[in-house]
């Protein structure tokens, strides 16, 4: 699924200059615990839905190799959150939906769990 | 069982999900036979007996000029023969017109899916108009994953080779390069910068990505730990050399009463901001022995706390 179709299921904004409409992501993932996120990644393009908008996510999604990140429940992320987003080419979408929601709607629309494969 | 055993028990492993890996990052259409032996609907079931026969194929999309109508295989052959009250009939009457198709721009896994899904032998593969480009079985997914990794394996070799040249180079019983820094506790807004910087001293060592997210990943909980749980921070420290990376991370405390139950999925001394955060909930430890090959830690109530965490690289039999 391309990350522009993403953001259109999802009625999300953009909020970095990184941004690849056309780049294919493979699974996403849902969580507020970061430590989750770091406990289930897989290869390939993988997204991220999070209520947490601090740099942790950002962080977070670095040392996972994640492609994107969605904020739920109409979050902006901070200034400072946006800065580092560019620094690591990671693009910043937020929309209104809730996390379930959010996920129910692009799983159904086809985007696979990333939860199947972990590197261990 | 032996160290070593361990090792290779654990390598072998990686390559299990090193396969699992390519499923999402293989397309289709670098795995499919694109030469596709095609029936018109006319074709006569006797000849399409002798088709599949004569190019060892058990099915065949069917196409109307360009377009793709239906796909039949050797079970509906089977059934139009044990059916003898219609010896003549075509490849029309017996094929299935309900279609699944996958787009040759897909992932393999979404093949994958649908073989799961409908148990079918084969799928036709078609490009964004529908026209049929190729034509995709299991084995086209097993052949074109294991041609995809022994690629990526050469890959990895150079990267290795080129790690292990600056080992090489200097000359010394044993050569490691370690890779300090400091981490503030309670500076959050900086937490993972020290891991950031090391993730990319490590990609530049041509670590492989695999070993590169496990010790990131390991490294980075590590830190939040320091900057988490400790009265006045710490050192994270990366010890480099051509056998193994070992994180080590030192503070001053306050220490841990109970240093064997911290490694426990979903311990937790965490306060209710550091949950806030997203962290804390006793997953990090649990994390970091997951990823490692050895994880230990030391610590005394009041004194301090070292962690010790230990990657091995591939040995060198498996490379």
């Known amino acids: 699924m391309l990350l522009k179709q993403i953001v259109d299921i999802l009625e999300g904004e953009v909020h970095t200059e990184t941004f690849d409409g056309e780049l294919e992501i493979t699974s996403g993932g849902a969580a507020d615990l970061m430590s989750d996120v770091l406990a289930f990644t897989t290869g390939g393009n993988s997204i991220l839905l999070s209520g947490l908008t601090n740099l942790q996510v950002l962080r977070t999604a670095e040392m996972a190799n994640i492609t994107a990140i969605v904020f739920v429940r109409g979050k902006t992320p901070q200034q400072s959150t946006i800065e580092l987003a560019e620094e690591l080419s990671i693009p910043l979408i937020s929309c209104r939906h809730t996390l379930y929601q959010a996920s129910g709607l692009l799983m159904s629309a086809g985007l696979p769990d990333n939860g199947m494969a972990t590197i261990l | 069982m032996t160290m070593k055993e361990n090792t290779t028990a654990k390598n072998e492993v990686n390559e299990l999900t090193r396969i699992q890996e390519l499923v999402y990052e293989v397309r289709v259409k670098e795995v499919m036979t694109s030469q596709v032996v095609t029936v018109s609907p006319d074709t006569p079931m006797r000849e399409l007996m002798r088709i599949l026969r004569i190019k060892k194929i058990s099915g065949v999309p069917v196409v109307d000029g360009d377009d793709l109508i239906g796909i039949i295989s050797l079970e509906d052959l089977v059934m139009a023969v044990a059916d003898r009250r219609h010896p003549h009939d075509s490849v029309s009457d017996r094929m299935t017109r309900k279609l699944v198709v996958v787009r040759a721009d897909e992932m393999a896994v979404q093949a994958v899916k649908l073989f799961a899904h409908y148990g079918y032998g084969r ?7 529908g026209k049929l480009v190729g034509i995709l079985t299991g084995s086209d997914i097993t052949r074109g994953l294991l041609k995809a990794l ?71 909980e590590a830190e939040m730990n320091l900057i988490l749980h400790t009265t006045t921070g710490g050192e994270l420290r990366a010890v480099i050399n051509p056998q193994r990376i070992v994180i080590i991370t030192e503070d001053d405390g306050p220490g841990i009463e109970d240093a064997e ?59």
């Open chain 2, 123 to 129: 799928l036709p593969v078609v490009d964004n108009n």
């Open chain 2, 150 to 220: 022994s690629k990526r394996y050469q890959a990895e070799e150079i990267r290795r080779y080129r790690a292990s040249h600056i080992f090489e180079d200097i000359d010394s019983e044993q050569t490691s390069l370690i890779l300090s820094y400091h981490i503030t506790a309670g500076d959050f807004d900086h937490g993972g910068a020290a891991t950031s910087k090391l993730k990319r001293a490590l990609e530049r060592l041509g670590a492989n990505p695999a070993l590169l997210r496990k010790v990131t990943i390991s490294s980075y």
């Open chain 2, 261 to 319: 139950a911290v490694f426990k999925p979903g311990f937790t001394t965490a306060a209710d901001w550091v949950r806030e955060l997203g962290f804390g909930a006793g997953m990090g430890l649990a994390n970091i022995k997951r990823y490692s090959d050895h994880a230990s830690i030391e610590s005394l109530p009041n004194k301090g706390s070292r962690l010790l965490a230990t990657f091995y690289m591939a040995p060198p039999d498996k490379t």
